[in-house]
């Protein structure tokens, strides 16, 4: 689907699981360097019960790469979210997001009129801390070529660790979504490693408070946070089940940034949440 952002049209591309009919839809948006396809499992999971659209955020995946790399940024892909709901002809939906994705989302959420219905934030919340950034900034469009997706995958494990004990079918499934072999046969990750310019600008030296924005929102709010989180921590978890749309808050022991809602444990905790038995 083509999108407009301030230098031109892009495009934007989406997965589909589930009865292209229903008109109760769950959107998964995914994390900063990760794309749609990190949601198979829980899509294939809900899709007797929703329309699952997983899309590709630009400079991610399938997704065209921007010319003009100080385009990316939280303006341009929550107007492309906009743009897409309005595709797919529904007056609101469920979002599932993950780290960038889930601010995404508190930022649709936290609008008048805002189209989202039910809101599972995955290992994100209304502050994100320095150090945090500050290691994403560290490999955010630094990564090497692969010679093999072996070696992708060697990779993909050291720098994805914190996402948890994964099985040796996740962790190639993972790989095989993340990299992408050019004409000369090596792999590289399918992002735009122009997405980590803006890390690069200047030191981060503060925390980003978005309080403000986590307070506007009304809708029924799932947090989860990996227990060993460097980007969500525990106190920021506790005070939103306390203020804002008082969430409901659950930690996922032997993880860090971020759960990959891929096993059978972390699915049924969004399912039962969006489903109607996790409301506040």
């Known amino acids: 689907m083509l ?31 990760r794309n749609g396809r990190d949601f198979d499992e829980l899509a294939r999971s809900l899709a007797g019960e929703y329309r699952v659209v997983c899309p590709d955020v630009v ?25 897409l709901i309005a595709r797919l002809d529904v007056e609101s939906v469920d979002w599932v997001g993950t780290s960038m994705g889930g601010l995404i989302g508190m930022l649709i959420a936290s609008r008048p009129y805002s189209p989202i219905a039910r809101l599972v934030l995955n290992d994100v919340g209304p502050v994100i801390t320095a150090s945090s950034l500050r ?11 692969f010679p093999s997706m072996d070696e992708a995958e060697a990779y ?83 005070a939103m089940s306390e203020r804002g749309p008082r969430a409901r808050i659950v930690e996922i022991e032997g993880v860090g940034h971020a759960p990959v809602l891929m096993d059978d444990a972390q699915i049924a905790l969004v ?5 109607g038995e996790g409301t506040p």
Not at 4 to 26: A, I, S
Not at 271 to 275: A, E, N, S, T, V
Request: some cysteine.
């Open 271 to 275: 399912r039962d949440f969006l489903l």
């Open 135 to 145: 290691r994403i900034g560290q490999y955010v469009g630094n990564a090497p070529r």
């Open 156 to 238: 993909i494990r050291k720098v994805s660790a914190p996402f948890g004990p994964l099985t040796d079918a996740q962790w190639r499934h993972l790989t095989e979504h993340t990299v992408r072999a050019g004409e000369d046969g090596a792999y590289a990750m399918v992002y735009d490693p122009g997405i980590g310019d803006l890390f690069r600008l200047a030191p981060v030296l503060l925390d980003v408070d978005l309080w403000k924005v986590y307070d506007a929102i009304r809708c029924p709010t799932l947090a989860i946070r990996g227990a060993q989180s460097d980007l969500l921590e525990a106190s920021t978890l506790q």
């Open 59 to 83: 400079g991610r995946g399938r997704s065209d790469w921007l010319e003009n790399k100080d385009d990316y940024g939280f303006p341009v892909y929550v107007a492309d979210m906009i743009t």
């Open 3 to 33: 999108c407009m952002g301030p230098n031109g049209l892009h495009r934007m591309v989406y997965g589909e699981w589930g009865d292209p009919h229903n008109p109760r839809v769950l959107m998964c948006v995914h994390g900063l360097t």
